[in-house]
T-cell receptor, first 112, second 117 residues
Framework: GNSVTQMEGPVTLSEEAFLTINCTYTATGYPSLFWYVQYPGEGLQLLLKATKADDKGSNKGFEATYRKETTSFHLEKGSVQVSDSAVYFC???????????FGQGTTLQVKP | DTAVSQTPKYLVTQMGNDKSIKCEQNLGHDTMYWYKQDSKKFLKIMFSYNNKELIINETVPNRFSPKSPDKAHLNLHINSLELGDSAVYFCASRVNVNGTSGSREQFFGPGTRLTVL
């Protein structure tokens, strides 16, 4: 079946450091790919998405590119802030039910 | 003006009890979901309804029964609660899944933290 794998956390960075969170997927066909963010005590919010190969999703300085050849959707940000501290989830979606298949989540802690 | 709301936010109960969690969305969406987040933050789909019709029923104990009285509401009833049911339960909704691709985002509620003692 379809699956999503994220790099293990937690990730601890200093403010203004470069962030990469790796995500790879397995799927039949071509799923849509998402990054969701969960701030402490809150629900999930969509951060960005990409729906086909070579699409780049971007939002709030975060970017991720849908790479079919490597089945990856790595999340990057050039300069993180303390307010980016949260749990980040990579997810894929099938086209018939829309259900999201999540990676295990990566906790990011940014220190001043 | 909350988009997806859940009640209660916290639920503490004894083993063996029966409890319900309610979800409502005011986005006009047709498709709703329940996800379970365990203590390690792992999220897994449980159920989905599209226009009050069950479309996803993952391998979940039959003590869990979803009910959708209308397309804006999806409730989750749990019988004979067990310690392992302790988790955060998230409701989500999206536009009608029929005739659309999987590219549409889901909107999540704030979660219900269930603690079974």
């Amino acid at each position: 079946g379809n699956s999503v794998t994220q790099m293990e956390g937690p990730v601890t960075l200093s403010e203004e450091a470069f962030l990469t969170i790796n995500c790879t997927y397995t799927a039949t066909g071509y799923p849509s790919l998402f990054w969701y963010v969960q701030y402490p005590g809150e629900g999930l919010q969509l951060l960005l998405k990409a729906t086909k190969a070579d699409d780049k999703g971007s939002n709030k300085g975060f970017e991720a590119t849908y790479r079919k050849e490597t089945t990856s959707f790595h999340l990057e940000k050039g300069s993180v802030q303390v307010s980016d501290s949260a749990v980040y989830f990579c997810a894929s979606s099938s086209s018939n039910t829309g259900k999201l298949i999540f990676g295990q989540g990566t906790t990011l802690q940014v220190k001043p | 003006d909350t988009a997806v709301s859940q009640t209660p936010k916290y639920l503490v109960t004894q083993m063996g009890n029966d409890k319900s969690i309610k979800c409502e969305q005011n986005l006009g969406h047709d498709t709703m979901y329940w996800y379970k987040q365990d203590s390690k933050k792992f999220l897994k789909i449980m159920f989905s309804y599209n226009n009050k019709e069950l479309i996803i029923n993952e391998t979940v104990p039959n003590r869990f029964s979803p009910k959708s009285p209308d397309k804006a509401h999806l409730n989750l009833h749990i019988n004979s609660l067990e310690l392992g049911d302790s988790a955060v339960y998230f409701c989500a909704s999206r536009v009608n899944v029929n005739g659309t691709s999987g590219s549409r985002e889901q909107f999540f509620g704030p979660g219900t933290r269930l603690t079974v003692l």
